[in-house]
């Protein structure tokens, strides 16, 4: 069975004004490489109802899963759960599960759950919820899009609530070599490495380092025997222009 | 007229697996807010051919420009340039001026030029070259599309030269109050001030500080006097629990 495969949707004025510096996405990256899920495309995406709806039935039907960031709060521009419900055709309404679970977070829930944080509760038809044990007010699934919240410290609770219930892939094994030379001279010599281990995904990423040109060449593939000899032929080429890496 | 709108696209697997995060979009997004361009959308799509020209494709017929990061090196998994020409359904090939400029890199251009350099010179039919303060190897403009290095160094140069050749949009205006108060409470006042000033984009954004929940609510529209007004409010309400901004 191949692996599973992801998309991200980030729902936020605030990162497409450049307010916020996003950093959803590396964590919800690196959790899901070390998984064998392969994220695929990630987007941003304004609060904007039909930006947000044609991004999540656009990637809900290409990959396994679907995870979106943002836009589950409170507050009038929070409108992803509703979005999500829209998405796929279902009714979305305060559900007593989630109610039960915000009214933890008060010591006088009659009074504190108000309104707006009733809008919390709102689940739409058929989905699951996603634990938040920062701050209570839960994500959900429906079907295979996981609606979780901006808030750094939240959604990185709910990922780790969330990814052990996924189906999980044969993770991807990857090795590091820091060339200390630009990716110019690299380039024929990666080329070759690449054609003579054909199943190895090679990838050049260079840095500019106080002044100097150096690339890190990640190897990417399934047998560590192959990834070990790949890299093995570029270190004898680097010789002492290999870096460490730090 | 109304403000030029904008999308932009990081190519790199290096993003989508974790392995790197992403600064390039954050940088671009506060440049072109400082202009008045719109950021509206943006996307990290994979080293796939595909992928890549679809993007391309489906954002640039949408959008006043279409900014690209990443992929425009000169090794084997550097394909934006060739995407970008079929997207556009051009020729591309090494152009005279882009290798003039990558010439004067090197001391010795009959060899350091080597096959794998003059691959950043190839430039599409039809493009303008992007100057390249730091590395020299130019990006490039084909119509709307805008095409950078990934490099963040390299992504800065080309954009503090690109951007005051494109059209200019009026800079929204944008006033932040930040609030010591969960958005839970807030939510409610917010909505009032969002119908008392319709014009008035009111965004809310929580976040946690050593355990405390506040938010930052930022006024956006075009006029000063009615962000201050819909601010004023806002402050009478909060009260002692406005905080200072750091």
């Known amino acids: 069975m191949s692996n599973p495969t992801a998309a991200m949707i980030t729902i936020g004025d605030e990162i497409l004004s450049g307010r916020t510096q996003d950093t959803n996405m590396n964590f919800l990256a690196k959790e899901l490489t070390a998984r064998g899920i392969g994220l695929r495309e990630t987007r941003v995406v304004p609060d904007v109802v039909e930006e947000i709806i044609a991004a999540v039935n656009h990637l809900r039907k290409r990959y396994t899963y679907v995870f979106t960031s943002g836009g589950i709060g409170p507050t009038h521009d929070d409108i992803t759960a509703d979005c999500v419900a829209a998405a796929f055709g279902v009714n979305i309404d305060v559900r007593e599960d989630a109610r039960a679970i915000l009214a933890q977070n008060y010591a006088n829930p009659e009074v504190d759950l108000n309104e707006s944080r009733l809008r919390m509760a709102r689940i739409p038809d058929g989905a699951t919820l996603i634990e938040n044990s920062v701050s209570k007010a839960p994500g959900f699934s429906l079907e295979n899009v996981h609606v979780m919240a ?3 410290s939240v959604f990185k609770s709910m990922v ?3 990814l052990p219930t996924l189906r999980q892939g044969r993770a991807v094994l ?6 200390g030379m630009p990716e110019g001279e690299l380039a024929g010599p990666l080329r070759e490495l690449n054609e003579a281990w054909p199943s190895v995904d090679i990838g050049s990423y260079p840095f500019n ?5 150096g690339a890190d060449v990640v190897f990417r593939g399934d047998s560590q025997a192959e990834l070990d000899q790949a890299a093995a032929a570029l270190r004898e080429y680097l010789g002492d222009r290999e870096l460490p890496i730090d």
């Open 209 to 213: 380092r106080n002044g100097s040109f």
């Open 160 to 162: 780790g609530v969330l």
């Open 150 to 152: 901006g808030v750094p």
């Open 174 to 179: 990857s090795l590091t070599v820091r060339a």
